[in-house]
């Protein structure tokens, strides 16, 4: 997987992703936009046949680097609790 910063201009980071899910880039965007520090988020595939996309946040307040990060970490807890709840209901270690 490949993460390559586009853009930076004061409250706005575009990144670039490579080999990454796009059901991952949807958890994610929908983490960033339940943040009341984020103004805008957005993901788009840069064609159909590559498995790249372009991930845009654009922060309220703070740098959208922290909101990312937040984001992030949010998305982790959340996939981790499923996982969890997934294992014991099957009765999975």
Do not use: C, W
């Not at 575009?14 to 059901?23: G, H, I, K, P």
Request: no cysteine; proline share 3%; charged share 30%.
């Amino acid at each position: 997987m490949l993460v390559k910063p586009i853009r930076r201009e004061g409250n706005l980071l575009e990144l670039l992703l490579e080999d990454v899910d796009m059901s991952l880039l949807q958890i994610l965007q929908l983490e960033l936009l339940s943040d009341d520090k984020v103004e805008f988020a957005a993901y788009r595939r840069s064609h159909p046949l590559e498995r790249k996309y372009f991930l845009v946040v654009r922060a309220k307040d703070g740098a959208p680097k922290d909101a990312l990060l937040r984001a992030l970490k949010r998305a982790r807890e959340r996939t981790s609790a499923l996982l969890g709840a997934l294992s014991a209901g099957l009765g999975v270690n």
